[in-house]
């Protein structure tokens, strides 16, 4: 079983930067796929980022490409998402999941609770 717990979240300015990181337990995580996701208020959970297990394998949603960058360091078993150019629009909790290398959420079995971003304008 892993456990996910996020942190870096906070209150920042358009424009701004944040490093959310993912820290896993549970000898499993180094060969999990991990993913990003969001959630705003009234909204469904979206996509953002997912890297493979090994981290050779990356995918970004089209609006995080060039902006945001995730990566993982198994050893320390700690997942990253490195977020530039902060908009208003990326206002939300963001989760960090693992299981398989996909899009959706349903690709991953285990969550961590989240952490909120908020971005000012």
């Known amino acids: 079983q892993v456990q996910l717990v996020e942190s870096g979240g906070g209150l920042v300015q358009s424009g701004g930067s944040l490093r959310l990181s993912c820290a896993a337990s549970?000898?499993?995580?180094?060969?999990?796929?991990m993913g990003w996701f969001r959630q705003a208020p009234g909204k469904e959970r979206e996509f953002v980022a997912a890297?493979?297990?090994?981290?050779?394998?990356?995918i970004y949603a089209d609006s995080m490409k060039g902006r945001f960058t995730i990566s993982r360091d198994n050893a320390k078993n700690t997942g990253y998402l490195e977020m530039n150019s902060l908009k208003p629009d990326d206002t939300g909790v963001y989760y960090c999941?693992?299981?398989?290398?996909?899009?959706?959420?349903?690709?991953?079995?285990?969550w961590g609770q989240g952490t909120q971003v908020t971005v000012s304008s």
């Open positions: 890297v493979s297990w090994i981290g050779g394998s990356t």
């Open positions: 549970g000898r499993t995580f180094g060969s999990r796929a």
């Open positions: 999941a693992a299981g398989l290398l996909m899009v959706v959420p349903g690709g991953y079995t285990n």
